[in-house]
């Protein structure tokens, strides 16, 4: 593994194929509303992070990105198509069918804060599962793929142990390479490293720094301003539900920035 986290390529303009496209989200928990028409355009091999402090619904937002949790209002798209939803002929709009629901989040990847890996099966069968459950791929072709991922995140030689048996840190890798086996347009994560002791925060965020080279489109939502500085081409700022800022991470941490960012910046530094 890489010692430091470096994103080797130049971060390019927020231009392109638009992969992910969020318009005016709502999301209410009881009297709660937690997303306030929220928009998001994720284009094609850009890296996208979510900051904001806790409470924001930085979590709630990426989460409906796949109807992990249905919005209430708006409309999110991944690659032209409606997520969660879909419109009839007279103009309704009516939940997708579970069968639907699920080929539609095949192709959008996600990486959660507690690794969620299967305890009783090996590192190499959590990451092959699902090719081979969903018909994606055979036994053998899952199995030379899955191989190929765990070398990509430093873990080839513990293909054969058990989750129990690796640190938080290699878990998670695990959960990307299980994320990326089947093959998605878009990874989204939600504080990956946020259940990890601070020594091994490090090595996720290499291989996040190296899915971007790789040019990967991805949105992280995550507390790790190192991530949201040296790996970012687009930063998000959200508090109580909006979107207050957002922009090149030059602009957003630059010195003429938004002072509210600032002083959240700070006090994540501080609380480091």
Known sequence: MPGR??????????????????????????????????????????VVVVIGPSGSGKTTLVRTLNHLEPHDGGVVTVNGET??????????????????????RSNIGMVFQRFNLFPHLSVLENVTLA???????????????????????????HASKYPHQLSGGQQQRVAIARALAM?????????????????????VLEVIADLANEGMTMVIVTHEMKLARDVADWVVFMEDGHVVDA??????????????????????????
Request: hydrophobic fraction near 35%.
């Open 183 to 203: 093959k998605p347009s878009v990874m989204l994560f939600d504080e990956p490293t946020s259940a990890l002791d601070p020594e091994l925060v490090a090595e």
């Open 247 to 272: 922009g090149s991470p030059d602009r957003i941490f630059g010195a003429d920035g938004n002072e509210r960012i600032q002083r959240f910046v700070r006090h994540v530094s501080n609380a480091v």
């Open 83 to 104: 997520v969660g939803y879909r419109q009839t002929a007279d103009g309704r709009s009516v939940p997708r069918s579970d069968a639907a629901m699920a080929a539609q």
């Open 5 to 46: 986290v470096e994103r080797v390529r130049e971060p390019h303009p927020h231009v392109g194929e638009k992969i992910v496209e969020a318009r005016s989200v709502t999301k209410t928990f009881g009297e709660n509303q937690v997303l306030k028409g929220v928009d998001l355009d994720v284009h094609k091999g850009e």
């Open 131 to 157: 090719p081979q459950q969903t018909g994606l791929m055979g036994s053998a072709e899952a199995n030379e793929y899955g191989r190929d991922l765990l070398a990509r995140v430093g873990l080839a030689q």
